[in-house]
């Protein structure tokens, strides 16, 4: 047996082609396929977001109502740069180059993502992404900054 042959790289190698499919039914809005590669309880974080209502979603069906939100988008192009397996053999970081257009502006959208996939049972429990939340307010035609979160 190979150091490839193992259990744990069969298992890595399953996870990443997860994430790598994720990432092709995201930018196809097929919000169906991505739910199918999570579990029922997945949870979605992304801190920064200037949408307080995605910012955190537990669970498959609250997730596909936040996912409304894509349909702003008239191009949803999520491009993998980096898929790297963490010491937690369930745990990987992904970056990720964004190419969208803002429907209601018109303008593009580009942004650099960095998000923390955990699996469980070999489907994606949770994820948390970050971005810079100033590239999207401008792409959404703000004209100000949001008041700062109470610490």
Known sequence: MTPTDTPLAEDRARMRSIIESFYEYTSAKDMD?????????????????PVVSVREVTGKENLRAASQAMEGYDSYRQIVTSIEPLLDPNSWLVTVK???FVRSTGLPYRNDYLTLFRFRDGKIAEWTTY????????AFGATELPTPADT
């Open 33 to 49: 396929s991505v739910l199918e590669l999570c579990t029922d309880d997945v949870r979605m974080r992304i801190p920064f977001d």
């Open 98 to 100: 964004g190419d969208l």
């Open 131 to 138: 971005h810079d939340p100033i590239r999207q307010l401008i």
